[in-house]
């Protein structure tokens, strides 16, 4: 099975940046890797749902964002290193969540938002302090 796991989250003041981790290991039962797979970020705040922020395509060639984060966080993948980076300048409190990456097949499922994705990372707390 792939497995997520995310780093990089902590403690930032407003204003300040950030650089969110995703590496991919093992392969499916079918022996697709992590290059297979569209990946993107998500978050969720205390008492509100998860919510998309950013999605790259398979090769890296392809990128969306929410509105909100846009112009402020970079979304990129290095398939040699199983890896998705997410850079966040600029953050504001309203930024202040777990921080989730995630992976399907589709890309269109991605966009789609958080309810239907294949795998799942456990999580890191981005918080931003005013």
């Known amino acids: 099975q792939v497995q997520l796991v995310e780093s990089g989250g902590g403690l930032v003041q407003a204003g300040g940046s950030l650089r969110l981790s995703c590496v991919a290991s093992g392969r499916t039962l079918t022996g697709r890797t992590f290059s297979s797979y569209a990946a993107g970020w998500f978050r969720q705040a205390p008492g509100k749902e998860r919510e998309f922020v950013a999605a790259v395509g398979w090769s890296g060639g392809i990128t969306y964002y929410a509105d909100s984060v846009k112009g402020r966080f970079t979304i990129s993948r290095d398939n040699a290193k199983n890896t998705v980076i997410l850079q966040m300048h600029s953050l504001k409190p309203e930024d202040t969540s777990v921080y989730y990456c995630?992976?399907?097949?589709?890309?269109?499922?991605?966009?789609?938002?958080?309810?239907?994705?294949?795998?799942w990372g456990q999580g890191t707390l981005v918080t931003v302090s005013s």
């Open positions: 995630a992976a399907d097949s589709s890309w269109g499922t991605i966009l789609a938002g958080p309810r239907y994705l294949e795998l």
